[in-house]
C-alpha cells in the first residue's frame, strides 16, 4: 500500500512518547524514494492523460493523493521531533545528554543550537545584565529561600552568588539558595531533600 | 495570592520605602503593591485564556525595576537579619510571577506561531500589536528556522512542485469558543452570547462581582478594557 | 564592580542553559576587562557561541579549559584553515571507524588503550570483518539490491537482486538458482576455491564462470552470481562489489572526517579551501619514484628538474622511494644517510624551492630500516638527520601516507601492487591492465587486497589502507610503466620508476583533476 512508510514513522513517534528515538534516515529516505518514483510515474501518465487518454486519470490522482499523504507525514514526523528536542533545551539546559545526541541527527542538532539562541536573546533583552530572568528556571511557586540539597556526583566547586563556594562531593547535604540549585537539579546534580 | 501584595506593603513600610514610586507613559502613578496586583490579574488572565493577550510591558518593566532597587537596597543589610529574608522572599515571589507571566507568553506563541505571525503581517500602524518587539523576533526566528529545518531535512528532496508549505493550512488557531470562569469587575450591560443557534445571540447583562461561566468568544473584548477578570 | 561584571557573565551563562565554575568565571573576566563595556558583552557573546559550537561538553557545566580552548580558537578563527592547506598525514594517525550495523553508522574507534603494532590473533578476523562490513553495506545500498520502492514502473523493478549470506546456501539441499553472493576469495584447503563471508564459508567451482572487469586475487571481496548444487556453488559471474562515489558515501555519513587530520569534519567541502585553491589555478604536485639517490645520473636529472621548476615551484615534489639502487646491507643507512645530505645541498642551491615547495619522502619497500610491512613508518632519523638541518621544511613520512591538499584528497603508495597482483591473479584479463587495477582498487576500497604471505600488513592498522570513502587520487608507485586511469570520479596513476626508463614521471594539477606525463630527457 502507499504511503505505509510514512505512517510507519509516525507510529514509531507515537509510540515513544517519553523520549526521543533514533532519527529513522533510512525511513526517512525511503518514503523520499517513494514519492520520487511516485511522482515519474505520474508525469509519464499526466503526459498521456493531458494528450487525450483520459483512462489514466484515476491513477494520476490516486497518486496524487499518495504524494499529498507521505508529505504530510514526513512533514509530521520531523515536526513533531522537532517539538521534543525544543522541549529538551526547558529540562536539560543547552547541553543535550549524550544519549538524546546520539538519536538526532545533525539537521536537528543545528536547530537545536539556533533556539537556544533565539531564547537567550529574548530573555537578554527583558531585563538587563545580571537582572535578566532565566524562563526556564523558577518553575514552581517559591516556598523557601534556602533549600536542603544533597549531592549525587562529585561536582567539585561551586560558586554561588554571594560569591561563597561550596565543595559539593558526592552525598553530601547542604542548604543553599533555591536559586542557584535549580539548574543543577534539573540535571540530576542535586537532589532536593525535604 | 493576595497575601503577596498584602505582605508587601507591610514590608515596604518596614523599610521606609513605602513611597516606591514608578511612572508609566501615560503619567499613571502606581504604588508598588498596585503594580503587583495588576501584574497577578494580567498574569491570571494570562493563564486561563485560550488565546495570547496584549503583552503588559510596562508592568513588567516596572516590577523588574521594583526587583532590581529592592535588591540593591538589600546588600546594605546583613544577611542574618530577618527582614533580610522576608524581603528577599518578596522579590523571589514577584520574579515568580513574571517569569511564569513570560513564560505562559512565551509557550503560546510557540503553540499558535504561524496565527500569530499573519496577524502581525495583517495589523495595521496604528493598531496595537500582541507581541512585544522582542517577542516578535523570537517567533520569526523561531518560525524562519523551523522552515529551513523542515526545508533541509525533506522539501529539498521532494519532488519539484510539492517543494513548498502551504503554512496556512497548518496553522493551529487558539480555540476562541472555549468555556471560561470570568469574574466582573464593572457593570457590563450587553453582552452578547450566542444562544445554541448558528446565528442567535441573546444580549445578557452582567452585574458586578458576580461569577459566570461563558464562552471566551463573547468576554474578549470586556477582557481587555478590563472589565472582567478571568478565574 | 567586579562583582556585578562576575553576575553578568554567570547570567549570560545562565541564559544559554550552561553553568560555569568559578575558575573559569575569573579567567574570563582577567581575558575581559581591559576591554570596554560594548566590546565585552560581544566578546562574551562569541565565546559562549564557540563553546556550543565546539560540542566537547559533556554536560552544562563550563570548566576553565572549555574557555581557554574556546578562546584559542576566537583568535585564530580566521588563521586555522588557510595554515592548513597542504596537510601530510601519516599512516598511523588515520583515524580509525567502526560500523555498527544497528545504527548504520560509522562511529570513532576509540582505544581504551594506543593500538599495538602487532596485534592478538583476534585482529587479524576482525580486519577482515571490518572489510566486509564496508563492502556489504555498501553494496546492499546500491541500487541493484535494494528492495524496489512502491510505485515505481514495471521495468525499474526487473533488474533487482538479492544478496544472500553464505548460511543460506549452506541450509539448502536442493539445487538453488540465480543466488548473488557477497564474500572473500579464500583457499581453505590447499588448492581449493573458497568463498567466504560472516555465516560461512562454500566451495565455489569456476569452470564456465564468465569474469567481469578487473584483478581478482585471493582475499579479495566477489560478487558471484550463480547455482548452488551438491555443496559447491557453480559461479557463472564473478564480478567486484560496485565502487561508490565519494559524494554518496558523504551523503549516508555525513560530514565526519574519515581521511585524517586536525579538523572534525571534513574538508572536502570547506568553501574557503576551495576558494584559496582557485587563487592558484596553476599549482601543481610533482610524482616520482624509485629515485635511487646514489646513481649520479640520476642526481644529475634531479637537479635539472630542480632547476627547470625554480622559477615556477611547484606544491610540493614527492619522492617515493627505493632510494637505493642496490639491496640493503648493513651499510645502508650511513650511505643514505650520506645521499641525503647532498640531495639537501643541491636543493639548497635553487632557493625559490627551499621557499615555497615542501618536500615529502615516502620509504619504499627496500629502504633500510624496518621491513616492509604496511603501513611502513617513515625513514629514521638517523637518516633523514642531516636533511631536515639543511631544510627544515622536509617532511619524511609513512608508507602508504595521505596527502590533503585544499579539498582534494590524495593517497600515496610505493608498492608493486600491480605487479604482485599480476602475478597472482586467479584470472588474468586480457585488456587494459591499468584500467582493470583502477576498477579494483575503487571496488575493493583497500589499497592491497592481497593475501598476507604476498604484501603483509599489520593488522592492527588495516585501517589506514582502507579506500573508502574514495579519495580524489591514489598514487602507486610500482615497478611496471607509469600508467594513468579513472575509475568513479579517482584517478588513479603510477609515475613509473624515475630512475630506470627514462626519467619518467608524473604532475598533478588539483584545481583541473589532471595528471601530466613528463620525462627528463636527454640534453
Given amino acids: 500500500m502507499f504511503a505505509q512508510k510514512g505512517v510507519e514513522l509516525v507510529q514509531e ?46 491513477s494520476v490522482h490516486i497518486r496524487h493523493c499518495a504524494l499529498e499523504r507521505n508529505k504530510r507525514c514526513l512533514m509530521a514526523y520531523l515536526y513533531n521531533r522537532l517539538e521534543r528536542i525544543k522541549e529538551h533545551r526547558w529540562h536539560f539546559g543547552s547541553v543535550l545528554p549524550s544519549d538524546i545526541k546520539a538519536n538526532i541527527c545533525e539537521p536537528e542538532a543545528q536547530f537545536f543550537i539556533k533556539y537556544s539562541k533565539s531564547l537567550a536573546a529574548y530573555m537578554k533583552s527583558i531585563g538587563e545584565g545580571s537582572y535578566s530572568l532565566d524562563l526556564t528556571q523558577n518553575l514552581k511557586p517559591p516556598k523557601n529561600l ?49 | 495570592m493576595a497575601s503577596y501584595s498584602g505582605n508587601l506593603t507591610q514590608l515596604s513600610d518596614l523599610f521606609g520605602t513605602a513611597d516606591t514610586i514608578s511612572e508609566t507613559e501615560d503619567a499613571e502613578f502606581l504604588s508598588a503593591s498596585e503594580a503587583v496586583k495588576k501584574l497577578e490579574e494580567s498574569w491570571l488572565n494570562e493563564m486561563l485564556a485560550p488565546e495570547l493577550l496584549s503583552p503588559q510591558t510596562e508592568l513588567v518593566d516596572c516590577l523588574l525595576e521594583q526587583t532590581k532597587n529592592m535588591e540593591e537596597n538589600l546588600m546594605a543589610i546583613s544577611k542574618s537579619d530577618f527582614r533580610f529574608a522576608l524581603h528577599r522572599m518578596e522579590v523571589e515571589r514577584i520574579r515568580y510571577v513574571v517569569t511564569s507571566y513570560l513564560r505562559i507568553r512565551l509557550e503560546k506563541i510557540e503553540k499558535f506561531l504561524g496565527y500569530l505571525l499573519n496577524n502581525e503581517n495583517k495589523r495595521q500602524r496604528n493598531e496595537p500589536s500582541l507581541l512585544t518587539e522582542d517577542e516578535l523576533k523570537f517567533a520569526q526566528e523561531l518560525n524562519s528556522n523551523t522552515e529551513t529545518h523542515l526545508k533541509t531535512l525533506g522539501l529539498r528532496h521532494m519532488p519539484t512542485n510539492m517543494r513548498e508549505i502551504n503554512t496556512q493550512k497548518f496553522i493551529t488557531t487558539p480555540n476562541r469558543d472555549s468555556y471560561v470562569f470570568v469574574c466582573v469587575k464593572d457593570d457590563a450591560p450587553s453582552v452578547l452570547v450566542s444562544d445554541g443557534t448558528s446565528e442567535g445571540e441573546i444580549e445578557v447583562e452582567l452585574l458586578k462581582n458576580s461569577q459566570h461561566l461563558l464562552p471566551y468568544r463573547s468576554i474578549s473584548s470586556l477582557l481587555q478594557n478590563n472589565t472582567v477578570n478571568l478565574l | 564592580m567586579n562583582s556585578r561584571f562576575k553576575n553578568d557573565i554567570v547570567m549570560t551563562f545562565k541564559l544559554n542553559g550552561l553553568t560555569v565554575r568559578s575558575e573559569a568565571t575569573k579567567y574570563i573576566i582577567g581575558l575581559l576587562t581591559p576591554l570596554h563595556k560594548d566590546e565585552q558583552v560581544q566578546w562574551l557573546e562569541k565565546l559562549i557561541d564557540v563553546i556550543q559550537k565546539q560540542g566537547l561538553l559533556n554536560s552544562t557545566t563550563v570548566e576553565k579549559s572549555h574557555v ?15 595554515t592548513v592547506l597542504l596537510n601530510v598525514i601519516s599512516a598511523f594517525d588515520v583515524p580509525k571507524f567502526v560500523y555498527n550495523t544497528e545504527r548504520k553508522k560509522y562511529l570513532s574507534f576509540d582505544a581504551p588503550h594506543s593500538i599495538n603494532l602487532f596485534g592478538d590473533p583476534r585482529d ?49 539441499s536442493t539445487k538453488l538458482t540465480n543466488l548473488v553472493v557477497l564474500g572473500m576469495l579464500t583457499y581453505l584447503t590447499e588448492g581449493k576455491l573458497h568463498l567466504e563471508d560472516m555465516t560461512g564459508s562454500v566451495p565455489i567451482s569456476l569452470k564456465d564462470t564468465n569474469f567481469h572487469g578487473g584483478l581478482f586475487t585471493e582475499n579479495c571481496f566477489v560478487l558471484g552470481q550463480g547455482y548452488f548444487q551438491d555443496g559447491v556453488f557453480h559461479i557463472e559471474h564473478l564480478g567486484m562489489p560496485p565502487p561508490e562515489p565519494a559524494k554518496i558515501t558523504r551523503t549516508y555519513f555525513g560530514n565526519t572526517n574519515f581521511f585524517g587530520g586536525s579538523s572534525t569534519s571534513t574538508l572536502k567541502v570547506s568553501v574557503k579551501l576551495k576558494a584559496i585553491e582557485e587563487q592558484n ?32 615551484p611547484p606544491i610540493c615534489f614527492v619522492l617515493m622511494g627505493n632510494f637505493l639502487s642496490g639491496t640493503t646491507c648493513n651499510t645502508s643507512s650511513s650511505h643514505l644517510r650520506q645521499l641525503f645530505k647532498s640531495l639537501a645541498e643541491m636543493i639548497k642551491e635553487f632557493p625559490n624551492l627551499v621557499e615555497q615547495t615542501r618536500f615529502i619522502f615516502v620509504p619504499g619497500p627496500s629502504d633500510s630500516g624496518f621491513c616492509n610491512i604496511l603501513p611502513r613508518p617513515p625513514l629514521a632519523e638517523v637518516i633523514r638527520a642531516e636533511f ?3 631544510i627544515p621544511s622536509g617532511i619524511f613520512t609513512t608508507n602508504p601516507c595521505r596527502i590533503q591538499y585544499g579539498t582534494k584528497e590524495i593517497v600515496v603508495l610505493r608498492e608493486d601492487i600491480l605487479t604482485k597482483m599480476c602475478r597472482n591473479a586467479i584470472n588474468f584479463p586480457s585488456d587494459d591492465i591499468p584500467q582493470q587495477f583502477a576498477k579494483t582498487l575503487t571496488s575493493q576500497g583497500h589499497l592491497c587486497p592481497l593475501p598476507g604471505e604476498i604484501c603483509p600488513v599489520y593488522w592492527p592498522y588495516d585501517h589506514a589502507l582502507y579506500l573508502y570513502p574514495l579519495p580524489d587520487v591514489v598514487v602507486v608507485g610500482d615497478r611496471l610503466g607509469g600508467f594513468t586511469a579513472q575509475n568513479m570520479d579517482c584517478v588513479i596513476f603510477n609515475p613509473g620508476p624515475f630512475s630506470r626508463n627514462n626519467f619518467n614521471f608524473k604532475v598533478y594539477i588539483p584545481i583541473r583533476s589532471q595528471v601530466e606525463d613528463s620525462e627528463i630527457g636527454d640534453t
Fill in chain 1, 13 to 58: 513517534l507515537e509510540r515513544a512518547r517519553d523520549f526521543l528515538p533514533p532519527f529513522n534516515e533510512d525511513g526517512v529516505r525511503q518514503v523520499l524514494e517513494e514519492m520520487r518514483a511516485l511522482f515519474e510515474e505520474n508525469q509519464r501518465d499526466a503526459s498521456s492523460a493531458v494528450a487525450g487518454e483520459s483512462e489514466y486519470i484515476t
Fill in chain 1, 146 to 194: 534556602y533549600i536542603q540539597v544533597k549531592c549525587t556526583t562529585e561536582f567539585g566547586e561551586f560558586e554561588t552568588e554571594d560569591g561563597d563556594i561550596v565543595v559539593l562531593k558526592k552525598n553530601s547535604l547542604h542548604l543553599l539558595p533555591r536559586v542557584q540549585c535549580e539548574l543543577l537539579i534539573a540535571q540530576g546534580i542535586l537532589e532536593h531533600v525535604s
Fill in chain 3, 68 to 82: 581557554e580552548r574556546a578562546a584559542k580558537e576566537c583568535c585564530q578563527n580566521e588563521f586555522d584553515e588557510t
Fill in chain 3, 124 to 172: 587479524k578476523s576482525e580486519m577482515f570483518r571490518h572489510r566486509y562490513a564496508i563492502l556489504h553495506q555498501r553494496t546492499s545500498r546500491h541500487s541493484l539490491f535494494t528492495p524496489s520502492v512502491l510505485g515505481s514502473g514495471s521495468t525499474a523493478s526487473q533488474n533487482k537482486y538479492q544478496l544472500q549470506p553464505i548460511e543460506y546456501l549452506l541450509g539448502m
Fill in chain 3, 281 to 312: 589555478p596553476d599549482a601543481m604536485m610533482v610524482f616520482l619514484s624509485d629515485v635511487w639517490l646514489d646513481q649520479t645520473r640520476v642526481m644529475e636529472k634531479l637537479r635539472i628538474l630542480f632547476a627547470g621548476y625554480c622559477e615556477d
Fill in chain 3, 388 to 390: 631536515v638541518q639543511r
